[in-house]
């Protein structure tokens, strides 16, 4: 036989071997995803186990199965806050549950409004006189909260619980730019769109350092009036104005420290939590493992308590994450999916338009789109009612001027009207390396603008212009959804960023509630009876990925914050490189006019996928 004749047939072997490969991988893959989905014949008498290992987040990632399993990286467990709260409910009137259990142990947070959703249907469980059990290894500042409202709190006794309260340091980058050479062309308007700062300067200026001492006291606030009033006697005061003199009191033992403040109730292992779960909801007659017990997990619960569909439809668009350009999402707002969306319910026979919101906004022209496409609703004669959640500032709020009502917690944080645009250009450092420029000009926009020769001062004032203008409108469309003037909308306006009882007051939020008194003031307007209405959330559900890709690669959020204080503390680093990128693209990256809030907290998909990836690999997306 040649030896063309054996390579031919080596390569046809390969071929016939990747071929079978792919063709088993794709039927493994099928099957999966069909005996992956949760059956309502899995829900079974005694414990609703809520094990959030992960996020809550207002609306939940579209996972693309194919770069998972490129990265190696199993994606990130998101919970939609509105299935936390309906599992709770159901919950709360079904004889087959005897007791929830929260497992926190591997809880990576969400922002303060999903938090008070979620602690208020746990109140309701109670009010239905079940119990409410709670177990982690560490308590942060969000765990704490869902935990207060537990009947009883467990802690692993080489755990502890650290309360920290909002705020922090940020990032300024005004020095290194300036020995750089690098020259951040900054146009915005707004005295305190504090957003421009950290290129700029190298610490907060006085009027964004008053805002954020405003803001974050309010937030704070609430938090402690939340945690304290679920548990009367916790030793707050002791825990967060002296924490040295609080842990150094126990010895340095953070888990006997938190038993002494009224944090926790309990210390034991998991197999000692599971024995008092066990109980109450009975033994588990599947398995005999220690701690085992009783109970349905989340998936197959849901799937026994769909959501109703009877009665007239009320639309709920939901517009989460930052607004940027074209048909990202879910999980982030492109502006033109979003519009897609709604001019594809135009003809669904919608009763009334609910906009949830929980954005800090990004791109004013993916904003407008956005808006634009909620006017066509408007237009039907239908009512339109905003629900904000944790965060619906600069973009977030452009969204939510054609509501005909605003609603909003106390803890949302919205306002932060006005617009920025920041540009690099180079001329100092390309001096400094030898590199010149030289040409022939026929206007004084030719060859404009020019990164590396600098902006001339023409295209300066027109971008300054460009940015004006932009804030007018941005004035406008709010006085004309507030009714208020433009120099009113003006002077509470200029960026800063509120609280939302304190944006009740200026007249930015009309009244208090979350999304089912947003649904239940829509239907009234709509004239539609209590009982004879429901939502119909826009959009496609996500694709059952999840399980299956978890399945496959195993479940990377086992490490997430399974540890003890310390590991809770080192997290924070990934965080910090997390930022530098974030800040980084904000920079560099292809971003026209922004309406955009960078002082609102970090959004806490993105604060915990930060948390699960290492400083090598933000350094290497950093420099990339």
Not at 14 to 43: E, Y
Request: some cysteine.
């Amino acid at each position: 036989m040649s030896f063309a004749g054996k390579v031919w047939r080596l390569l046809v072997g390969v071929k016939d071997g990747l071929a079978l490969l792919f063709l088993l991988l794709f039927f493994f893959f099928l099957f999966g995803v069909l005996t992956s989905r949760p059956s309502p014949a899995q829900v079974r008498e005694g414990a609703l186990l809520l094990e959030l290992d992960g996020v809550v987040v207002e609306e939940r990632t579209q996972i693309d199965p194919l770069s998972v399993l490129l990265s190696g990286e199993a994606p990130m467990q998101e919970y939609d806050v509105q299935d936390l709260v309906r599992a709770l409910d159901a919950a709360a009137t079904d004889d087959r549950i005897k007791v929830v259990v929260l497992d926190l142990s591997r809880f990576l947070g969400g922002g303060h409004v999903h938090m008070q959703d979620i602690a208020a249907a746990l109140d309701r469980v109670r009010a239905a006189d079940k119990q409410v059990l709670t177990w982690a290894i560490g308590y942060g500042d969000d765990a704490m909260m869902l935990a207060a409202h537990s009947s009883e709190v467990w802690l692993d006794p080489m755990g502890g619980a650290v309360i920290a309260g909002p705020g922090g340091e940020r990032l300024f980058y005004g020095a290194l730019l300036e020995k750089l050479n690098v020259n951040a062309r900054v146009y915005k308007v707004g005295t305190y769109k504090s957003a421009v700062e950290p290129w700029v300067r190298s610490d907060m200026s006085d009027p964004a350092r008053e805002n954020y001492a405003a803001l974050y006291g309010a937030l704070w606030e609430e938090w402690k009036a939340n945690v304290t009033k679920a548990r009367p006697k916790l030793e707050l005061d002791r825990v967060t104005s002296d924490p040295v003199a609080w842990v150094q009191a126990a010895n340095g033992d953070f888990a006997t420290a938190a038993i002494d403040a009224g944090l926790v109730d309990k210390l034991g292992s998991r197999v000692e939590f599971g024995e008092r779960v066990a109980e109450i909801a009975g033994e588990d007659p599947w398995n005999d493992a220690p701690g085992a017990y009783a109970h349905s997990e989340l998936a197959p619960w849901l799937a026994d308590n769909p959501a109703s569909d009877d009665g007239k439809a009320i639309g709920v668009v939901t517009i989460a994450g930052e607004i940027v350009d074209g048909d990202a999402g879910p999980g982030m707002a492109g502006g033109d999916r979003i519009a897609a969306l709604l001019d594809d319910a135009l003809d669904d026979d919608l009763a009334a338009l609910v906009v949830r919101v929980d954005s800090p906004g990004g791109s004013v022209l993916a904003s407008e789109e956005i808006r634009r496409a909620i006017l066509r609703h408007k237009a039907k004669d239908i009512p339109i009612v905003v629900s904000m959640a944790n965060v619906a500032a600069s973009g977030g709020y452009w969204v939510s001027t054609p509501a005909d009502r605003i609603f909003a917690e106390p803890e949302t944080i919205t306002g932060s009207i006005g617009i920025f645009a920041v540009v690099p250009t180079f001329e100092r450092a390309a001096a400094d390396w030898g590199l010149t420029t030289d040409g022939v000009r026929t206007t004084p926009l030719s060859g404009q603008p020019d990164l590396v020769a600098g902006f001339t001062p023409e295209i300066d004032a027109i971008l300054q212009s460009s940015i004006e203008d932009g804030y007018r409108d941005f004035l406008t469309r709010v006085a004309e959804s507030r009714k208020l003037s433009t120099e009113r909308v003006d002077e509470i306006g200029q960026g800063r960023v509120w609280d939302g009882g304190t944006a009740r007051q200026i007249g930015l939020v009309d009244q208090y509630g979350g999304l089912q008194d947003a649904l239940a003031y829509a239907a009234e307007k709509a004239g539609i009876k209590d009982g004879e209405w429901h939502p119909k959330y826009l959009g496609n559900a996500p694709d059952n990925y999840d399980s299956l890709l978890r399945q496959m690669m195993g479940n990377e959020t086992e490490s997430a914050r399974a540890g003890d204080v310390f590991a809770m503390v080192t997290q924070r680093e990934n965080a910090l490189w997390a930022r530098v990128a974030a800040d980084f693209d904000m920079l560099t990256g292809t971003r026209g006019m922004q309406a955009y809030c960078l002082e609102c907290p970090v959004n806490p998909r993105a604060q915990a996928k930060a948390e699960r990836t290492g400083w090598l690999a933000m350094l290497a997306r950093l420099l990339g």
